[in-house]
């Protein structure tokens, strides 16, 4: 596990850098901090909402949760999401639907390993990509 060594950011905030101008609906608790670099969070979150506004039907939306030593986001679209037996192979450079190059999520998932983050596909019946980020520690 990756020691919190001062380095951290609002999630709130990144994730409204990662977004931009793009119609993506945020639904985070109030002061969420991470033990990552702003532009980490933000290199993480914004290939995942590219994919997600490339699947969608009509909706995307991030959620976050706490959950103890650990912040889970949830980018989550109404497109036909993944396919249960393609769930590990989507983070393995070249791999694609056809839509893009197959680098956005190996390039997530590596991004990811080196901040002592974790990133995983869910097949659930929409596009959903769950990263366990570490939480930023209280300072006292």
């Not at 380095?7 to 977004?19: E, G, M, N």
């Not at 070249?94 to 190996?106: I, M």
Request: some cysteine; hydrophobic content about 45%.
């Amino acid at each position: 596990a990756r020691t919190d060594d001062g380095t951290r950011c609002d999630l709130r905030s990144a994730a409204r850098q990662a977004i931009g101008s793009r119609p993506v609906e945020v639904a985070f608790p109030a002061n969420v901090e991470v033990a990552v670099a702003a532009d980490v969070a933000v290199s993480l979150l914004s290939p995942l909402l590219e994919n997600s506004l490339r699947h969608a039907k009509s909706r995307v939306w991030i959620t976050a949760r706490n959950q103890g030593e650990a912040i889970v986001v949830d980018v989550l679209d109404d497109g036909p999401g993944f396919d249960p037996a393609d769930i590990d192979r989507v983070f393995e450079a070249g791999v694609t639907d056809g839509g893009g190059y197959g680098l956005g999520l190996p390039v997530v998932r590596r991004i990811a390993a080196s901040a002592g983050a974790e990133v995983r596909a869910i097949a659930d019946g929409r596009g959903h990509v769950e990263v366990t980020l570490p939480a930023a520690r209280a300072v006292t």
